[in-house]
């Protein structure tokens, strides 16, 4: 692979950009593999980083239904954070966001982290309880966040009303080490990276079925036909419930559809990440110009990657009253991805009843922001067959000894 | 968006009515079960891709809970039944073998 530089791009800027190179491989598949990985978005393609950097194994391949990073590695709103009120999901996502800060150099590949700083809005006094709360929490795991004043907030996000009759601003949860990231840069980082170590990134591969025997996996079935393995992780999000089931086990997790939209561009008006969770909308302006913005999921069993249409209303009625500025906005474009929700709202990084078969999933609405961290700790799952310090809290037998992680209460909303 | 018809009140009603209720049929389990019980009856969701039944209410029309019984891959709704069943009618489970040949049943 060759390096991306200043000096590489001077040279091809002198030879007609002729001599840039594929970023990543495209093989066919080999007949086995130390691990194979279903599942080429973010969190596939970090734990096939993490694999091969972390812990030497790069006999991998990652195996792709659709197109690399064609899931909701491209379909998010880009959030990274890590304010997260119990400790063990504080320490993943600081343990992400701070890979984040250095991801570029690490991958030669321009992600665009941007820590442009993240508020919460509070907006009841119940929020502004919570939020203190989580604050102090913050500061004994060792992540920087404040509260800060209505004023604070006017300062640093001119275009927010805090004077709403309904919900005034109270204050914010403040991390000025959050920010956005370049969704599509990601995933295409960690795939040219793990093509450079000779990883096999295969597309259009759908997984039919997994082989086992004597209780360990051996395979799976897939459209390109039958692939050996020593090691399997399972990283697909919405279809987690439906990989497992070939594996023969069941996930506590139910997909949902959850929509984002962006507006038309416009001149630079905010320069942070805003979240109002109590009217249950956000808001960030990409580099492009247009208004990135989010909601709440839809409220049934959905797999169809589309939602309804009165979420998106409801979203926008809830930014026009934050943000009054944006009412004359035109809305360009919505999608919608199919998100895993577990039980208590956090993910599941864990051995399976499978032997040798590994889960990453439940990430919900907020998967982007743990890209590398996840990968991290899958990685260190999936090389030494157990769980280290970040994922050990992560198990999918939680759910039976009710050791929850409950960021659903702490948050109040799904994030 | 999404239209269930109310099988009580008999009103057309569209999603923006409704409150979803997530899955039907379910057996409860409380004091006195196993773990693996308790936790299958209070998490283990069935969360198909394709025949699913569903809790609604018909919350902004005449409040009854109710059932319905739709596809999660192509968004179509088979019908909808009392919440008063143990089972989908089986004229309802008929007409949904005949559209889904593959489909397994509802357990």
New interface residues.
């Given amino acids: 692979m060759k390096r991306y530089s200043a000096f590489a791009l001077a040279r091809e800027a002198l030879t007609n950009h002729l001599g840039w190179e594929r970023a990543w491989a495209n093989p066919a598949p080999k007949a086995s593999y130390d691990v194979i990985i279903v599942g080429a978005g973010g969190h596939g393609l970090a734990t096939a980083y993490y694999l091969g950097k972390n812990h030497g194994i790069t006999n991998v391949a990652i195996l792709e239904k659709g197109w690399l990073g064609g899931g909701n590695t491209g379909r998010n709103t880009t959030i990274i954070r890590s304010n997260y009120l119990q400790d063990s999901s504080a320490a993943i996502y600081e343990k992400s966001r701070s890979l984040y800060e250095t991801l570029s150099q690490d991958l030669n590949y321009n992600a665009m982290f941007s820590p442009r700083g993240v508020m919460m809005l509070a907006q009841t006094h119940h929020e502004v309880r919570g939020y203190l709360r989580t604050a102090h929490a913050n500061s004994l795991q060792g992540v920087t966040t404040e509260f800060i004043s209505p004023q604070k907030v006017k300062e640093l996000c001119p275009i927010l009303n805090i004077d709403g009759p309904r919900y005034p601003v109270l204050g914010a949860l403040w991390q000025a080490r959050g920010g956005t990231g370049r969704h599509d840069a990601v995933a295409w980082g960690y795939a040219r990276a793990c093509s450079a170590m000779g990883m096999d990134i295969i597309q259009n591969c759908e997984v039919k079925g997994v082989t086992s025997a004597n209780g360990v996996v051996t395979g799976v079935e897939t459209t390109k036909g039958r692939i050996g393995t020593r090691k399997l992780g399972i990283v697909v999000a919405g279809h987690s419930g439906q990989v497992a089931d070939m594996a023969g086990f069941r996930l506590p997790v139910e997909a949902v559809a959850l929509q984002a939209l962006v507006s038309e561009p416009i001149k630079p008006c905010m320069d942070v990440v805003v979240m109002a969770n109590t009217v249950h909308g956000y808001m960030s302006q990409s580099d492009k110009g247009e208004m990135v913005i989010g909601g709440g999921t839809d409220g049934f069993n959905n797999f169809t990657q589309r939602g309804s249409f009165h979420h998106i209303e409801e979203t926008l009625r809830a930014l026009i009253e934050t943000f009054p500025i944006i009412s004359r906005l035109k809305m360009l474009r919505q999608w919608g991805g199919i998100v895993d929700m577990t039980g208590d709202r956090s993910p599941i990084i864990s051995k399976t009843p499978l032997g040798n078969c590994f889960i990453n999933c439940g990430w919900g609405t907020g998967g982007f922001k743990a890209i590398p961290g996840s990968g991290w700790a899958m990685a260190d799952l999936m090389a030494r067959g157990e769980p280290g310090p970040l994922a050990e809290a992560f198990d999918m037998w939680r759910f039976k000894e009710g050791r929850f992680i409950d960021e659903s209460v702490a948050a109040g909303v799904a994030h | ?2 239209t269930l018809e109310c099988p009580y009140c008999g009103v057309m009603a569209d ?2 009515e409704l ?2 209720g ?2 039907a049929h379910l057996k409860r389990f409380g004091p006195g079960s196993t ?2 019980e ?3 009856y ?4 069935k ?3 394709g025949v ?1 039944f ?1 809790r609604w209410r018909h919350a902004y029309g005449c409040g009854k809970w109710f059932l319905a019984a ?1 596809d ?4 179509e709704v088979f019908g909808t039944y009392p919440a008063q069943s143990s089972a989908p009618p089986q004229a309802l489970q008929d007409k949904i073998k005949a559209k889904r040949p593959d489909w397994k049943g509802y357990k």
Avoid: Q, S
């Avoid at chain 2, 209070?42 to 969701?45: G, L, T, V």
């Avoid at chain 2, 999660?72 to 968004?75: H, I, P, V």
């Fill in positions: 968006m999404l999603e923006t409150t979803p997530y899955e773990d693996e308790f936790e299958a209070m998490f283990a969701r969360n198909p891709k699913h569903e739709r999660t891959a192509t968004l």
